[in-house]
């Protein structure tokens, strides 16, 4: 997989995941130095070949060769909050299928310091070189999941006292009078449709963001930054 943006390649670089590294010519000095340091070979090219090679121009003159990025398991997640002696904060998306969206929720996730993300297998964007850009790297530290089916995993979570929170626009519950501080999952659904029926219904509680402007709807990877702080905010 062709990997690319400054962020993003770094992140592969220290995991130790690339032996090759095609800069632009013209690359900042300070930047090259951080690459050549750990131990990467550089190759030199023009910004208009790497546009070629990886269909954008939105590489910022860095591209890499790696391992296609893997899946992890519901396991592993549940795992690190074990691990960290932490209650369980888990992101379940349904139906986010722009990679751009899906990559700046993993970034949001990893920063605010869930535990993980789960996706759907037949409803998600895939994990590609638009996610790994967008989630600036945070895709190297935090394990995303595939389930075969997000209603069932919902049960499952929930029979281990995982309380599940799915976010509605139209919803009663403001999500600043919400208690975070047990085990929580927290479900996105897809921008415009929201969640599925069966999924909504399988929530214990649905929560709104406050709005006051005219525009009554966020972005998703938005209300996912804003519903992932007030959980962390309200758990410390």
Known sequence: MLLYGRNPVLEALRE???????????????????????????????????????GTTGHQGVVAEV???????????????????????????????????????????????????????????????VVAKTAAGATTYLPVAQTKNLPRLIDQLKADNVWVY???GEAAQDVTRTDFTGKVA????????????????????????????QVQSLNASVAAGILLYEATRGRA
């Not at 130790?16 to 090219?45: C, D, H, N």
């Not at 970034?107 to 409803?123: F, I, K, T």
């Open 166 to 168: 799915g976010a509605a």
């Open 67 to 129: 391992d296609d990025l893997a899946w992890a398991s519901v396991d592993d997640i549940l795992d690190r909050a074990d691990a960290r002696q932490e209650p369980l904060l888990i992101v379940l998306l349904d139906g986010i299928t722009d990679p751009r969206n899906f990559g700046a929720i993993i970034r949001s996730a990893e920063v605010l310091g869930a535990h993980g993300v789960v996706v759907e297998e037949r409803r998600s964007a895939p994990l590609s070189p």
């Open 186 to 213: 927290l479900v996105i659904g897809a921008e415009g449709e929201g969640m599925r029926r069966l999924v909504r219904e399988k929530c214990d509680t649905l929560i709104r963001i406050p709005t006051r402007g």
């Open 16 to 54: 130790g995941r690339v032996q090759e590294v095609t800069l632009a010519r013209g690359v900042e000095e300070a930047f090259v130095r951080e690459v050549k340091a750990t131990g990467a070979f550089v190759r030199w090219t023009s910004r208009i070949e790497l546009d070629q090679l990886v």
